[in-house]
């Protein structure tokens, strides 16, 4: 009980002993906060397993759509698309683009792996570039330039038997 007796105010009556009605509102509001920060904190992270669930699979098959493209040799210049089959990945969608590359002997390959999660559409991007391994390297040396030379750039690659510099004669012995 409180008294107010002495005139100075509220007191304890002594022998009285518990919590004011602002001390237990007070830790009441601390123990909701706390809750409401681990219930959250608790959400984030299904989320986050949610999330990086999704792209571990997506991955995994661009990987495999990949592979499924190296192995086949030489891919032809061709886009495609289509959906995984399986049950385990209902709602992935492929598509894979072959593309030329300034090198006539290298095609680059693109496999986009698209999905939905939640209300927003997400995809992954994997990009390899495969060689014309029939190619043979004489061929691959720039299709008529020099042996040594770097492709598109007119210069030569530096090599002990050739260390001259551009617009220099040889040195005759």
């Given at each position: 009980m409180w008294n107010t007796r002495n005139g100075k105010g509220w007191s304890r009556i002594r022998g009285e002993e518990g919590f004011t009605l602002l001390e237990v509102s007070v830790a009441l509001m601390i123990v909701a906060l706390t809750l409401v920060t681990i219930i959250h904190t608790q959400n984030r992270s299904v989320d986050l397993l949610t999330e990086m669930a999704n792209l571990t699979t997506?991955?995994?098959l661009a990987q495999q759509r990949?592979?499924?493209?190296?192995?086949?040799?030489?891919?032809?210049?061709?886009?495609?698309?289509?959906?995984?089959?399986?049950?385990?990945?209902?709602?992935?969608?492929w598509q894979e683009r072959v593309r030329e590359t300034p090198f006539e002997s290298v095609r680059e390959i693109q496999v986009v792996i698209s999905w939905t999660e939640g209300t927003q559409e997400r995809s992954l991007e994997l990009v390899s570039y495969v060689a014309d391994r029939t190619v043979t390297p004489a061929r691959v040396s720039g299709g008529g330039q020099p042996a040594g030379s770097i492709p598109g750039t007119?210069?030569?690659?530096?090599?002990?038997?050739?260390?001259?510099?551009?617009g220099e004669q040889p040195s005759e012995q």
């Amino acid at each position: 009980m409180w008294n107010t007796r002495n005139g100075k105010g509220w007191s304890r009556i002594r022998g009285e002993e518990g919590f004011t009605l602002l001390e237990v509102s007070v830790a009441l509001m601390i123990v909701a906060l706390t809750l409401v920060t681990i219930i959250h904190t608790q959400n984030r992270s299904v989320d986050l397993l949610t999330e990086m669930a999704n792209l571990t699979t997506a991955t995994l098959l661009a990987q495999q759509r990949m592979a499924l493209l190296e192995s086949t040799g030489f891919p032809d210049l061709n886009e495609a698309e289509g959906v995984f089959e399986e049950e385990a990945y209902h709602g992935y969608r492929w598509q894979e683009r072959v593309r030329e590359t300034p090198f006539e002997s290298v095609r680059e390959i693109q496999v986009v792996i698209s999905w939905t999660e939640g209300t927003q559409e997400r995809s992954l991007e994997l990009v390899s570039y495969v060689a014309d391994r029939t190619v043979t390297p004489a061929r691959v040396s720039g299709g008529g330039q020099p042996a040594g030379s770097i492709p598109g750039t007119g210069s030569q690659s530096s090599s002990p038997g050739n260390q001259q510099q551009r617009g220099e004669q040889p040195s005759e012995q």
